[in-house]
């Protein structure tokens, strides 16, 4: 039991990893030219002054989607572990784990959300940049954490707190 309890803790920090790293870094759509977008700040190289060039994203709502998106699992993957340490120590024998499969299958939700947002209206969010490019390797983290958060949060719903 402790193995499966150390497997399923190792998940969800392997989860909370990849969606801090998916939500903040600075890659999730790649330029042709080698420079990449993010989700908070559009930051391009400038040859003439040999320095970057940092704005705001676009106003664009379908962009908010997906911060709100990738903020909300965030916060609901970190709940999730919270509370599964909390049950872990509180409940008694016997017990299921679902108030922590729940937030954790509403963290897989919410990642597939903004991703698939991302997905379909790339086009519209990247208006005002070249054409051209390629999703980045924030993009594809975003899609692995949301199948490991689907696993998790129905293992965490069959698991059943023993000695």
Known sequence: MSLLLLVVSALHILILILLFVATLDKSWWTLPGKESLNLWYDCTWNNDTQTW?????????WLKAVQVLMVLSL?????SFILFMFQ???????GLFYATGLCQLCTSVAVFSGALIYTI????ILAKHPRGGSF???FA???VAFPLALISGIVYIHLRKRE
């Open 121 to 124: 209206h790339a086009e519209e």
């Open 88 to 94: 872990l120590y509180t409940m008694r024998r016997g």
């Open 141 to 143: 983290l975003a899609w």
């Open 53 to 61: 060039a940092c704005s705001n994203v676009s106003e664009n709502g």
């Open 75 to 79: 916060i609901l993957c970190c709940l």
């Open 136 to 138: 980045g390797y924030c």
